[in-house]
C-alpha cells in the first residue's frame, strides 16, 4: 500500500496558523491600547491589573469626596460672610460700649442699635444637599444671640436631612415636602408664601442655598415680596480655583466666577436662566466647544475639554 503524504505543507499550514493568532493577538491590542486583553494573555499579570484598577477607582472616589467636602465648606464659608457683618458690628458696638470715654447717652444709643440688630429677621431656606451647610450657619448665629427662622425642602420625608440637629439651634424650623409626606405640603416657595402672606411673617433678607432651579424661584418670589436674598451658586462650580471657568455667571451688568468672586451673590442680580443652560450645555463636547466660540476671551479654558 502507498501512502501519499506531504509533511513540508503540514508543518507550514501549522507555522502559517500561529503566525496568524500572533497577528491576530497585536491587532487586538493595537485596537484597544491594552497589553493584557484576556486572562490568558497573562494570568499573573491580569491579576495585578484587576488589583491595581480596583484601587485607582477607590482613589477616584476618594477623590471626589474631597472635592465635594471642599465645596460643601466653601458654601458654608461663602454665606457666613454675608451675615458675619451683622455679628461684627454688634461686636464692635460691644466694644465701644465698654468704653470709659462713652456718656450715659452715648452707651444708651449703643445698646438700642445693638437690639435693633437682634430684631433682624433672617429666613433660610435649604433643600437638598443645601441643608447641610446652613446647617453651621444657623448654629454659630444663635451662639452669637441672633434667631433665625428655616425651611427645609425636600421631595419627600424618606430623603430630608439634618431634621434634628436644626431644630436644636433655629428659632423656628420649618419642614416642606412636595408630596406632603411630611410637615407642609408644597415646596420651599410655598412655605414662604405660606409664612409671609398668611401667616404675616415678616423677614429682613433670605439666605438660599440648594438646587439651581430652587434659588431662582425663591428669588423671584422674595423679589416681589421685596426681601433681599443671598444664593450660594456652588451648583456650577467645577475645580473650585478660577482656572476653568465653568462657574462663569452674568450677575446683574457684570461677569463673575463663583468660585472666587463668591459663592455667594445678590440672587435678584443673578441670570438663573443662563446659569441653568451653561450647566445643561457642559454635558456635550459640542457645548463646550460653542461656550469658548461665543465667550472667547472671557472663557478661561483649561477644562480638559475644550483645549483651551
Not at 398668611?198 to 416681589?224: D, H, R, S, W
Request: overall charge negative; proline content about 3%; some cysteine.
Amino acid at each position: 500500500m502507498k501512502v501519499n503524504h506531504n509533511m513540508s505543507a503540514v508543518i507550514t499550514n501549522k507555522q502559517l496558523l500561529r503566525t496568524e493568532n500572533k497577528v491576530t493577538e497585536a491587532m487586538e491590542r493595537l485596537s484597544s491600547g491594552l497589553k493584557i486583553n484576556h486572562s490568558k494573555d497573562n494570568p499573573a499579570g491580569m491579576a495585578i491589573s484587576n488589583k491595581l484598577n480596583l484601587q485607582i477607582e477607590g482613589l477616584d472616589q476618594a477623590s471626589q469626596n474631597a472635592s465635594d467636602g471642599i465645596s460643601v465648606l466653601q458654601t458654608t464659608d461663602g454665606a457666613l460672610n454675608e451675615v458675619t457683618s451683622l455679628i461684627q458690628r454688634m461686636r464692635e458696638l460691644s466694644v465701644q460700649a465698654a468704653s470709659d470715654s462713652n456718656t450715659p447717652d452715648d452707651k444708651k444709643a449703643i445698646q438700642q442699635e445693638v437690639e435693633e440688630l437682634k430684631k433682624e429677621k433672617i429666613l433660610f431656606v435649604c433643600g437638598g444637599v443645601g441643608t447641610a451647610p446652613v446647617y453651621p450657619q444657623v448654629k454659630w448665629m444663635k451662639e452669637h444671640g441672633v434667631d433665625v427662622d428655616v425651611i427645609i425642602g425636600a421631595r419627600t420625608k424618606d430623603i430630608m436631612i439634618l431634621e434634628d440637629a436644626m431644630r436644636e439651634v433655629a428659632a423656628n424650623l420649618y419642614i416642606a415636602t412636595d408630596d406632603g409626606s411630611y410637615g407642609f405640603k408644597g415646596n420651599g416657595c410655598d412655605q414662604i408664601n405660606e409664612l409671609v402672606k398668611n401667616q404675616g411673617k415678616e423677614y429682613t433678607k433670605v439666605v438660599a442655598i440648594g438646587p439651581m432651579i430652587m434659588m431662582k424661584f425663591v428669588c423671584l418670589l422674595t423679589k416681589e415680596l421685596n426681601i433681599p436674598t443671598i444664593v450660594s451658586m456652588n451648583p456650577i462650580m467645577v475645580d473650585g480655583t478660577g482656572m476653568c471657568g465653568a462657574c462663569r455667571l452674568q450677575v446683574g451688568d457684570e461677569i463673575k466666577f463663583a468660585c472666587v468672586d463668591g459663592p455667594e451673590f445678590d440672587g435678584h442680580l443673578v441670570d438663573f436662566d443662563q446659569a441653568m443652560q451653561r450647566q445643561r450645555m457642559y454635558k456635550t463636547e459640542e457645548g463646550r466647544a460653542m461656550l469658548k466660540l461665543k465667550e472667547g476671551d472671557t472663557h478661561h479654558g483649561g477644562c480638559g475639554h475644550c483645549n483651551g
